[in-house]
């Protein structure tokens, strides 16, 4: 369709997207770079049946939630989509997503919804970023040239809607450094070495990516992910780099020649240091103590570190164990929460797909010398059955911590059978969780819910909400 330009479109909310929305004529229009309460002209690009797609060509009168944004990527990055939104009426709009999910989708009785608890930080606060390395490169400037330009190789994140190109970040402010300066580093050496940098729809190319974690305690991983094997490559640049980053605790890599960009299900191999990092957090029943985490290459952990203490705690808080329960904890993943809980619990039995997870989970209790936890790895819906409970018990205490599709609806039904008293729902995305709890209204009732926000400037927000049996 040939564009065209609304102007002087009024903001009236903001999508679950992040996209805003205004309304014009009684047409809605969907909009990207703009804040509720801005007035603003729109050039339609997309138009469907209900509703069209535009984009901010020029802001006539800004809202007053309006902010200046901090990184030089914004308008063109897709992370951070609302640094130019007023971070406490992000929070406004993530509690209105909570509601709106239970009264659009699970339509069932709720009590008044607790208000959300702000991350600590709002910036540097992730302790994992993912960087794509991409031979198409897209220039930084997108508004001044009209369809973008290609140039070089670059190392940052994929240009949204484009698979193959990535936008060259020059500074992210979501992890703390030496993140910037490493990413930086190893760009700069691959391309004075003239190293090839990876080509999507060839499937060609060496450097393919890179992923650096960082923890409290100032510990860092850093591991290159190339697209062939060619090991005096990554000794070059190893060798060249390390000596810069001093701080630095494990630098592995990762060969990945599959066509998609996960690496999860590959071996990661060693270049220096330690193969895992070491995470702590204050201890629930004694905050003078501290739970010490193993964050190996594959490992899950919360990524939001500083947010991941309020979100456990939080959980635990909700559970009010006693110390003579059994918890069964689903979805364990590295046993955060599982351990985090055990000393309030007579034994914690944590269930996970990934096998490599629940291997992270008993060295975590190791480490921390907790005895009364059992690690089981497998597909949720199968392992979870009547034969599993009659061997370990049916527990007092259900915590469930899904990925962002929810719970399969075996898992729900057999948790409707298990019938205890108390199930502690930790979700990412309120539309999934408001569906689950619906299928388990007939016996179950919610007692209170918690929006907790882990990911500033983003849609994103976490919610744990306390289902009791009803009598």
Known sequence: MEKYIIENVEIVDIGHDGKAIGKSGGLVIFADNAVPGDFIDVEIYKK?????????????????????????????????????????????FKYKQVVDAFERIAKIPIPEILPVLPSVNTKYYRNRLDYSGSNKKWVKDLRSIPHGELSGGGLGFHLPGWFDKVIDIEKCY??????????????????????????????????????????????????????????????????????????????????????????????????????????????????????????????????NTSQASVLFRTAADFANLHGDELVYD??????????YIANSAERVVGLEY?????????????????????????????????????????????????????MHEDVVKKMMEISCPKIVYVSCNPASLARDCAMMADSYEITAIQPIDMFPHTSHIETVVLLEKKS
């Open 174 to 303: 979501l992890q703390p450094e030496p993140t910037n300066a490493i990413r930086n580093a190893v760009r700069e050496f691959a391309l004075a070495n003239n190293y090839s940098f990876f080509d999507l729809n060839a499937q060609t190319g060496w450097l393919r990516g890179l992923i650096i974690r960082t923890t409290s305690t100032n510990e860092t991983m850093v591991i290159l992910i190339v697209g062939f094997e060619d090991i005096e490559k990554v000794s070059k640049l190893y060798d060249h780099i390390i000596p810069q980053f001093k701080e630095v605790t494990s630098w592995m890599y990762v060969m990945n020649t599959k066509k998609n960009d996960t690496v999860s299900d590959l071996d990661m191999r060693l270049y220096k240091g330690r193969e895992f990092l070491v995470e702590e957090m204050s201890s629930y029943t004694n905050p003078d103590k501290v739970i010490r985490y193993i964050i190996g290459p594959k490992s899950f952990f919360q990524t």
């Open 330 to 339: 689903l979805y364990t993943g590295a046993g955060a929460i599982a351990n």
């Open 354 to 406: 990934v096998e490599a997870a629940v291997n992270d989970a008993r060295k975590n209790s190791d480490l921390n010398q907790i005895k009364n936890t059992s690690f089981f790895a497998g597909d949720m819906k199968d392992l979870l059955n009547d034969a599993f409970i009659a061997k370990e018990g049916k527990p007092d205490v259900i915590i469930t911590d899904p990925p962002r599709a929810g």
């Open 48 to 92: 469907k049946k209900t509703f069209s797609l535009g984009k901010n060509v020029n802001l006539r009168t800004p809202s007053p939630h309006r902010r200046e944004a901090f990184c030089s990527h914004f308008g063109l990055c897709g992370g951070c989509k609302w640094q130019h939104f007023d971070y406490a009426e992000q929070l406004n």
